[in-house]
């Protein structure tokens, strides 16, 4: 699968089977959250076989089912440590898709004393959320997405890589699926804003991860 294929076939998924994940993706996905974590100066960790994260009446509330893997993303406390946690997490999130697991954002309903307990979180760090990992019971549900049009300015002539950037923008996961988050262009000067909502800045960091993407980095630079 490559990744292209993962981001039109991910979807959230909040219920998994008791299925156990073999070493050798463990590793390939350590080795995913170990680069990450390096490149963008982040100390995000993999959890397995705890059952408490998601023991709570916010999970159960959540409609989480059988969640027994996590990957706590966690970072230093910076002004754009959300954004940074929304990127890094959607490679991860994308790479255990590629895995053929499972996944989905938790920012509220999951038990943060439990994550702490077995995470290690150091002075000027901050737990910001998880990402669920296994097994779905299912594939998840595809939910309807926005038009090109309103989340871009119109153009006669849209170049192809942006439109294949845009494309990748809206399969992008958003929390609550609001998907508030516009795009303009200059020749070859792409910006991204967000538009207003809860995590903002995280589904932030996940767009842009998207759109790179879609558009290839060879066709383009961030203002």
């Given amino acids: 699968m490559t990744i292209l294929e993962a981001i039109k076939k991910r ?26 974590n390096n490149e963008g100066g982040l100390h995000m960790q993999l959890v397995t076989d705890d059952a408490d994260a998601f023991h709570t ?24 440590l959300d954004e940074k946690i929304g990127y890094y997490g959607e ?10 697991l499972n996944t989905c954002w938790v920012a509220l309903t999951f038990g943060k004393g439990a994550v702490r307990k077995k995470c290690e979180i150091k002075r000027g760090e901050k737990l910001v959320c998880v990402l669920a990992l296994g097994y779905g019971e299912t594939q998840g549900e595809f939910h309807k997405v926005k038009k090109i049009s309103e989340i871009c300015k119109n153009e006669m002539e849209m170049p192809k890589w942006y439109k294949t950037g845009l ?5 992008a996961p958003t929390a609550m699926n609001q998907q508030k988050f516009a795009f303009a262009r200059d020749g070859s000067t792409v910006s991204v804003r967000s538009t207003g909502g809860v995590y903002s800045k995280i589904d932030l960091g996940i767009v842009k991860y998207h759109f790179e993407i879609g558009a290839g980095m060879k066709n383009f630079q961030w203002k």
């Fill in 167 to 171: 494309e990748c923008a809206l399969l």
């Fill in 91 to 100: 490679k991860i999130v994308l790479q255990a898709q590629i895995l053929g």
């Fill in 57 to 80: 009446l916010l999970a159960h509330y959540g409609k989480f089912r059988n969640v027994r893997n996590y990957i706590a993303l966690i970072g230093p406390k910076t002004a754009d």
């Fill in 11 to 36: 979807h959230s998924v909040r219920s998994y089977i008791t299925k156990k994940i073999p070493e050798d993706i463990w590793q390939e996905l350590t080795a995913a959250i170990n680069a990450c």
